[in-house]
């Protein structure tokens, strides 16, 4: 029996996605829920499941190309375990041996795979259940490296490559370029970007905090908290508390211009942006402000692993109503974040710097973060924007208050 291969909803208000890669070739056989494509939408990249057992009989979207919801994008026949008569050798889409017990590799790997044109039972497999990781091939190209010649970062397109008989005759190294594709997730990035400060007025203002207090309960309790929770207390959780206490007292940081209306949300919808290797992405932590330190700090390590593994699903990333993203895990000692529309606020956090300030007459040392806050200044003041920062500054500083409420 014949089976359509379609895109399936993966999203309310995503209608078009791109082909990511083909994980089989055609002619390769497969088993029920196991995945035959990864496709890319604007949020989030999804595995493509086989609805059924059988053989991959034709791909009709190639990587890279775009296809609508419900758009048919390959045919599998149920039922055979044996490669399709019509199964083209020399497709360039295969990209790994037919096998009936496919070695399986994380979303992230085979991404990595793809890009250096490798497949997956070519690289030793140290990642949970046998699974190839990642790291697995990123150090399986490293030692290919080493052995024979270098592996090019990622796959290039329409670039003839340079002649190493004009570059060694010249005496110069070559002068390479590369042209990647940007992901669909990239593209949305920098369009909503741009969009940002293109329909926002938008303004930044900055203030410091004393980390000292935070840092104290940190190595006062962690160990059992992280013994109770199985999850360690970060800084973040502190700075959502902090900040929802501050969006309580200035709703505006917590509304939208919606045409010529001011929407204001009574809920609390955190987003907390995570960097992974395909982009930034958002996740929003819904309800935060019912949430407990060590639900917060749980589902931050819930997505940004999975955010790592390329399994957030697009629903997680949908909404938010402000935005926390912590530079300061890279070393960025000040930056200007930009809101992600239609919010209109984002909150940065920067890195934790031992500097001299001067406290009741005497010149003391403290660990000391800058923060930052850009607000959109149509519907938030100044003054507002401000007096926001100041108090999740006085928050965090004096961490006792996130519980009596003062």
Do not use: C
Request: hydrophobic share 40%; aromatic share 4%; glycine share 6%.
């Amino acid at each position: 029996m014949m089976i359509e291969l379609k895109v399936p909803a993966v999203g309310e208000s995503i209608t078009e996605v791109e082909i990511g890669s083909w994980l089989k070739a055609e002619g390769a056989t497969v088993n029920k829920d196991e995945p035959i494509a990864v496709i890319e939408t604007e949020k989030a990249t999804v595995d493509l499941p086989a609805p059924e057992s059988g053989t991959l009989v034709k791909i009709l979207k190639k990587q890279g190309e775009t296809a609508k919801v419900g758009e048919t994008i390959a045919q599998m026949e149920a039922g055979k375990t044996e490669p399709s008569e019509a199964t083209n050798p020399a497709s360039p889409t295969k990209t790994e041996k037919s096998s009936s017990a496919p070695v399986r590799a994380t979303p992230l790997a085979k991404r990595v795979l793809a890009e250096h044109d490798l497949r997956a039972d070519a690289v030793p497999a140290t990642g949970p259940g046998g699974r190839v990781s990642k790291a697995d091939v990123l150090h399986h190209v490293e030692q290919v490296a080493k052995e024979k010649t270098p592996v090019p970062i990622s796959r290039v397109a329409n670039v003839a490559p340079p002649s190493p008989t004009a570059a060694s005759k010249s005496g110069t190294p070559a002068r390479e370029e590369q042209v990647v594709r940007m992901t669909l997730l990239r593209r949305t990035v920098a369009k909503r970007l741009v969009e940002a400060q293109h329909t926002a007025a938008l303004l930044t203002t900055f203030n410091e905090v004393d980390m000292s207090a935070v840092l104290a309960l940190r190595q006062q309790y962690q160990e059992a908290f992280q013994k109770k929770y199985s999850v360690k207390l970060g800084f973040m959780s502190f700075f959502v508390k902090a900040a929802i206490d501050g969006l309580k007292q200035f709703p505006q940081l917590n509304a939208e211009v919606r045409d010529t209306d001011i929407v204001y949300h009574n809920y609390h919808d955190i987003g907390l942006a995570v960097s992974t290797d395909r982009g930034l992405v958002v996740p929003v932590l819904p309800d935060a402000d019912r949430l407990s330190f060590s639900e917060i700090e749980q589902a931050i390590a819930d997505f940004a692993q999975r955010a790592r593994e390329g399994k957030l699903k697009p629903e997680e990333l949908a909404g938010g109503t402000f935005t926390i993203t912590n530079g300061g895990v890279f070393g960025s000692l000040l930056s200007t974040p930009l809101v992600n529309p239609p919010q209109s606020g984002i909150l940065g956090m920067h890195t934790i710097q031992e500097r001299p300030i001067a406290l009741a007459g005497q010149v003391v040392i403290r660990p000391m973060m800058y923060v930052a806050l850009t607000y959109d200044h149509r519907i938030v003041d100044g003054k507002e924007a401000v007096l926001f920062l100041r108090r999740v500054k006085d928050v965090v500083e004096n961490p006792a208050r996130m519980f009596l409420e003062i």
